[in-house]
């Protein structure tokens, strides 16, 4: 048995490892190639390409590497039109993945894609494309699921991977030790992204928020996690410039152990609402972006929120301050009505562990059982 498969940047490659696994379990025997990164790789995939070529984001980098884009994806496209896989699995990366997609199920390729794009929140347009392209999608989410079901796209909803790496019960104390700090002090988190451009936006409101909070409440301490050197020296430089003063304890690569360990948290906009949500911690959801950018995004949205928590819920159960609204004084009121109310973090503990185990998709058919129930 033969499968093709293509996962696009490090949250891809990650959920194509735990696939891979889980499809090898059931099946020793499978010959899996594509395109996949390190974890792919050691769970049994064969990269043709290499991942990184693939690692774009935002509006102007793809168009920057377009060329490169178009060849890798006639490339690959002929690898799997000359070698025919029993099934392909397009992991997210979806402008890159469903064109391939596309070209191999005209071909006769049965195709699965593995992360629904947003078509829930702009460019609805595409679930035509998509219905063309794929025999299944696989949602993490359970409200894409019913998108999908509205359209009569065939999908499956698996449930969030990040759901069943966060423990259900947060052990704040543990954290504390772990990173060494005051397990009785009062500790926000800030987390402004784990790309430059974000940090470049929402780096100074976030800090002068904070700093602000930090002037009317003195024993608040202060966190924050970054991905990589980079991002930690841009938040530094930042801290450096902005709030030279506030006490702010610098990690990298520890952004779970930090989220433990805080009481509340400051966040940009993306996957980091979804893990804070995790972690039973109240958060406000912040997001700038340049000027230009956002007067697009704006007209493409059509959702009334842009937090993962907000949008499970279908209500708004934390604050989002987007573009304008992202001044250091809304956000420093916004985190103080949290920590002069505790009573709201206990309500929102309660409200994301029901939450927590939504995502676990408890019952829900796993990733790896509906390939193999499109296989056979």
Known sequence: MRIGIVAGEASGDALGADLIRGLRARDPDLQIEGIGGPLMIAAGCKSLFDIKRLSV??????????????????DISQHFLNHPP?????????D??????LKLHRAGIR???????????????????IAKAVDLMLTLLPFEAAFYQQHHVPVHYVGHPLAKQVPLAIDTGAARRALCLDEEAVYVALLPGSR???????????????RLAWQQKPHLRFLTAHVD????????????????????????????????ASDAVLVTSGTATLETMLYKKPMVIIYR???????????LVKTPYVGLPNLLANELIVPELIQDNATAEKISEALLHYLDHPELAVALATKFSEMHHLLLAEGEMTAADAVVGEIC
Not at 290 to 295: L, N, T
């Open 57 to 74: 984001m935002g509006l102007i980098e793809p168009l920057l590497r377009l060329p490169d884009l178009i060849k890798l994806r006639r």
């Open 96 to 101: 890159f993945n469903l064109g391939l997609e």
């Open 289 to 299: 972006m340049a000027r230009p950018v956002f007067a697009i995004v704006k007209r």
């Open 229 to 260: 050197e980079a991002c930690y020296q841009a938040f530094y430089d930042c801290h450096q410039q902005h709030a030279p003063d506030l006490p702010l304890t610098f990690f990298t690569r520890r952004a779970p152990d930090v989220l433990a």
């Open 86 to 94: 029993d099934i392909f699995i397009g992991i997210d990366a979806p």
């Open 111 to 129: 195709v699965i894609h593995y992360v629904s794009p947003s078509v829930w929140a702009w460019r609805p347009g595409r679930i035509k494309k």
């Open 196 to 210: 430059l451009q974000e940090i470049r936006h929402i780096g100074e409101p976030m800090m002068k928020a904070a």
